[in-house]
């Protein structure tokens, strides 16, 4: 069994590929692994295994077709993490996410089309939906995007579908809450917050912290993607999510805790361009037709994240001082 993952150096897809790597997943536990990253800021080969026999890294970005079709064949399966994933940064430069969220998952598609790849599950976000006030997106919900990320993304699953449509290609779509969990960049807000508040530095928060989102562990979810990659059908979107609905306030006040500061560390910054109200998710799909159930309450999953952070500042400090 060999598989092929896109951005498996970023911060879901490399613990995706640790925990294959690792025996995670039964009947998988022989599968080599092959990694395509650009390696850009957020993809980093200190989160692989790199000793691994069983694992190659190739260094490339997604648009470039030539070198897709060089490594693709012989593979038994995609998963696609590659994309541009912050919002902040998309709007300042949304070219960069189309680019790459778009255009790559082209070539990407067409890479596994051409080379016979028989199976491909593309990585996508709730945030493709919009903003809902009340309920939970099912998996029918009309995609209405409010910034260059979630529309880059929403534009990315149109093209699988279209993938599957037209060419018959075995392609499954997954939406995700937002994640969180060890070997995140430090520009993501549960990060961002923990390594600003370890650092003795305030943290951000935006207008009155009042957004909602949906967590999710990064190991939940790479259960979920692994159940769509063996059982899920061609042509399906299977809605991922936590259940641990939370405004940004409530999220900061537990880091705050975890972390022995209290609210002189917050300072209020304006309010992103068009940012979302709220998220959330109906996964009863996935949840009734492949099995899927979270297991880290989030509770224990953020204490324990605070933990990681603690002991691991030198994964997480070269990156504060990139990106400061």
């Known amino acids: 069994m060999r598989i092929l993952v896109t951005g498996g150096a970023g911060f879901i897809g490399s613990h995706y590929v640790r925990s294959l790597l690792a025996g995670a997943y039964p009947g998988f536990e022989g599968a080599r692994v092959t990694v395509v990253d650009s390696l850009t800021y957020a993809g980093n080969p200190a989160n692989l295994p790199l000793d691994d026999p069983r694992l190659e890294l190739v260094k490339g ?8 079709e ?3 064949p012989g593979h038994d399966a995609v998963l696609h993490f590659a994309a541009e994933s912050h919002v902040d940064r998309s709007l300042d430069g949304p070219a960069g996410f189309v680019r790459t969220n778009v255009a790559g998952t082209q070539c990407v598609l067409d890479a596994a089309l051409r080379c016979g790849v028989p199976r491909v599950v593309h990585v996508s976000t709730d945030e493709v939906y919009g903003s809902i006030t009340e309920g939970a997106w099912t998996e029918e ?3 209405l995007p409010n ?3 979630s ?3 929403a534009g990315s699953d149109l093209i699988a579908r279209a993938y599957w449509r037209t060419h018959g290609l075995d392609v499954s779509i997954t939406r995700c809450s937002n994640n969180y969990g060890p070997h995140q960049h430090v520009e993501k807000l549960i990060p961002r917050f923990v390594t600003n508040l370890l650092d003795g530095q305030p943290v951000p928060l935006y207008g009155d912290g009042g957004n909602v989102r ?3 562990h990064v190991d939940d979810h790479c259960r979920a993607l692994h159940l769509v990659l063996t059982k899920g059908r061609a042509g399906e979107v299977y809605n991922i999510g936590g259940g641990h609905h939370a405004t940004n306030r409530e999220i900061t006040e537990q880091l705050l805790e975890l ?3 209290d609210w002189d560390m917050v300072r209020k910054v304006a309010d992103r361009k068009g940012h979302d109200l709220r998220y959330a998710l109906d996964d009863s799909k996935i949840r009734e037709q492949l099995g899927y159930a979270p297991r880290v309450a989030f509770e224990w999953g953020l204490a324990d994240l605070v933990a990681w952070y603690r002991e691991n500042r030198g994964w997480w400090e070269p990156l504060k001082q990139t990106a400061s």
Do not use: H, R, T
């Open 141 to 143: 919900s009309p995609l």
């Open 259 to 261: 972390c022995g500061a």
């Open 147 to 149: 910034s260059p990320y």
């Open 151 to 153: 529309a880059s993304k």
């Open 214 to 216: 949906e967590w999710l």
């Open 70 to 72: 060089e490594v693709f």
């Open 61 to 68: 970005d997604i648009c470039d077709q030539p070198l897709l």
